[in-house]
């Protein structure tokens, strides 16, 4: 199994910093590797410190079940397949903002981003997803 390594997070770190703050945004950024482990971490200036836990939880609940986090939110809503899922694994986090991050067919990690709407922490996960392709 191929991990993500450390150089490879910092620029994941670093193109979702970017797109932060283009969108003028205070981010927390996770990124694990394929063990779902914590490898990078950034806390912008001023970004909640409340964030902080939840960026690390978005992106090991991304890598745990290899799916946006966003996904597994529709599918534990209750009556739903999942539901109660996020009382799991120490707490997961099932609201959008936790990515896989994939090298062609196999996920090497994840991205996990909050600090701001649901929305954008999706968009800046995915900015810091396309640093890696």
Excluded: C, Y
């Amino acid at each position: 199994m191929s991990s993500i390594n450390l150089q490879q997070a910092q620029q994941i770190i670093e193109a979702a910093r970017q797109k932060s703050q283009e969108m003028g945004v205070k981010m927390n950024i996770a990124v694990v590797d394929a063990g779902a482990n914590l490898v990078a971490f950034a806390r912008m200036d001023g970004a909640w410190l409340g964030s902080l836990d939840i960026s690390i939880k978005k992106a090991k609940t991304a890598r745990f079940f290899d799916m946006p986090t966003g996904n597994i939110g529709g599918l534990s809503q209750p009556g739903g397949s999942l539901f109660g899922i996020e009382h799991s694994n120490g707490g997961l986090i099932t609201f959008p903002g936790g990515i896989p991050l994939k090298q062609g067919d196999e996920i090497v990690g994840a991205i996990g981003v909050s600090g701001d709407s649901v929305e954008n922490d999706h968009t800046v996960a995915e900015a810091g997803m396309k640093a890696l392709q």
